[in-house]
């Protein structure tokens, strides 16, 4: 069993900045695919940003310049620092890993809420 346990949401204002980590534990492949996703209230759960065990990232383009995804692959974990937010940022920030990274295998974490005020 994998389990993800994230931390670091809050609230915040508008251009502040808040970082997300996330510790995984278990059955870790060492190729896998670890990120971020987040839903706000009334829209689907949407891809933030990925980092593969190699190092590459994925971004979406609403955060791309702004937040940035890091790992530790000897602790299996995973943060997200994020800047210069916005209020559209407002959300439940999942974390979130693919292992192994060819599979369709995902394990979630609980969730962080993540406020930010205008």
């Known amino acids: 069993q994998v389990q993800l346990v994230e931390s670091g949401g809050g609230l915040v204002q508008a251009g502040g900045s808040l970082r997300l980590s996330c510790a995984a534990s278990?059955?870790?492949?060492?190729?896998?695919?670890m990120g971020w996703y987040r839903q706000a209230p009334g829209k689907q759960r949407e891809l933030v940003a990925t980092?593969?065990?190699?190092?590459?990232?994925n971004y979406d383009d609403s955060v791309k310049g702004r937040f940035t995804i890091s790992r530790d692959n000897a602790k299996n974990t995973v943060n997200l620092q994020m800047n210069g937010l916005k209020p559209e940022d407002t959300a439940v920030y999942y974390c979130n890993v693919q292992s192994p990274a060819w599979s369709s295998i995902n394990y979630w974490g609980q969730g962080t809420q993540v406020t930010v005020s205008s």
């Open positions: 980092i593969s065990s190699a190092g590459a990232t």
């Open positions: 278990g059955s870790i492949f060492r190729s896998n695919v």
